[in-house]
């Protein structure tokens, strides 16, 4: 039985922490969008567009994990559903005029619960391979800004965040 007091659902009435129920809900198209970036040096952004890094396709590489990540994100996060993924992409972007990547990850499915987890743990993982490929020439690279852009479906309907700083005041949802 979930706290109805609570709005953290992933705590029962006594406080104890368990995954949520959702057997009875609908299963809904449901999709999540996140992304984060990572800064670096302009020579270590070079040497990744170039694609001349000494271990390989930095990109490549780093869209199957964050593919992976996505793809095991139940056995990463204790209180997350296993799910069955429907689409799972990794876009990046170079950015040279904030000596960064961008990467942005879209996930869907078709099923009781969202993928805003899924969405989240992949654009990280992503992100640190591109830092474990490259830390041989910039160990002073800087994972920010992950967040979720957007997430659709289910209950609680569209999300959308309205600027891509953090500022709580500056997300709204639209149901």
Same mark, same amino acid.
């Given at each position: ?11 029962? !009435?006594?406080?104890? !922490? ?6 009875a ?15 670096? &040096?302009?020579?270590?952004l ?15 590489? !780093? ?13 990463l ?6 799910l !069955? ?29 969202g993928?805003?987890?899924?969405? @989240?743990?992949?654009? &990280? ?22 967040? @979720?852009?957007e ?9 959308i ?12 949802? &639209? &149901?």
């Open positions: 039985m979930s706290n109805p007091t609570s709005p953290l659902t992933h705590f029962d !009435a006594q406080g104890q !922490a368990h995954m949520v129920d959702v057997g809900k609908p299963a809904t198209h449901r999709v999540a969008v996140a992304t984060g970036r990572i800064e670096m &040096q302009p020579e270590t070079a040497l990744i567009e170039s694609g001349t890094a000494k271990k390989g396709d930095v990109l490549g590489i !780093a869209r199957i994990a964050g593919i992976m990540a996505a793809k095991k994100t139940s056995d996060i204790p209180l997350c559903h296993p !069955a993924l429907t689409r799972v992409a990794l876009e990046f972007e170079l950015l040279p005029d904030r000596r960064s990547v961008e990467c942005t990850a879209t996930i869907e499915t078709v099923g009781p619960t993928v805003e987890m899924e969405a @989240l743990t992949a654009v &990280q993982m992503a992100l640190l391979t591109i830092y474990d490929m490259c830390k041989a020439v910039d160990r002073g690279m800087l994972i920010q800004d992950v967040h @979720l852009k997430k659709r479906g289910g209950k609680s309907g569209t999300y965040a309205a600027s891509p700083s953090l500022k709580p005041s500056e997300f709204h949802s &639209q &149901q």
